[in-house]
């Protein structure tokens, strides 16, 4: 599967954004598709994952939680990363890829190029 995310730009602190991860290649309503995001000098931050099955919780990192809200619509083969009450420590380049829970805590694949966003206080 092939994902490509968009949606990234300057916001001020307290704004919001919608990032859309939209895949190619396959279905997506068969995975769970998820969210990260990497700073520069800071390690790879696991933000939420949304599972195949509607009906299953997704996850959120403590960072982001109530404030992020993550959905998707598979009629589009698209995943959305709703973003709220944005901060500057949000600053980041965003990727998606397909997601499951690791032992050591959710991990990653099959991400494509990632969008940049940078809140300003």
């Known amino acids: 599967v092939q994902l490509q995310a968009s949606g990234g730009g300057l916001v001020h602190a307290g704004g919001s954004l919608r990032l859309s991860c939209e895949g190619s290649?396959?279905?997506?309503?068969?995975?769970?598709i998820g969210w990260f995001r990497q700073a520069p000098g800071k390690a790879r931050e696991a933000l939420s994952c949304i599972s195949s099955n509607l009906a299953a919780t997704p996850y959120y990192a403590d960072s982001v939680k109530g404030r992020f809200t993550i959905s998707r619509d598979n009629a589009r083969n698209t995943v959305y990363l709703q973003m709220n009450a944005l901060k500057p420590e949000d600053t980041a380049a965003y990727y998606c890829g397909t997601c499951w829970a690791g032992v050591a805590g959710y991990e990653y694949y099959d991400w494509g190029q990632g969008t940049q966003v940078t809140v300003s206080s």
């Open positions: 290649g396959e279905s997506l309503d068969v995975y769970a």
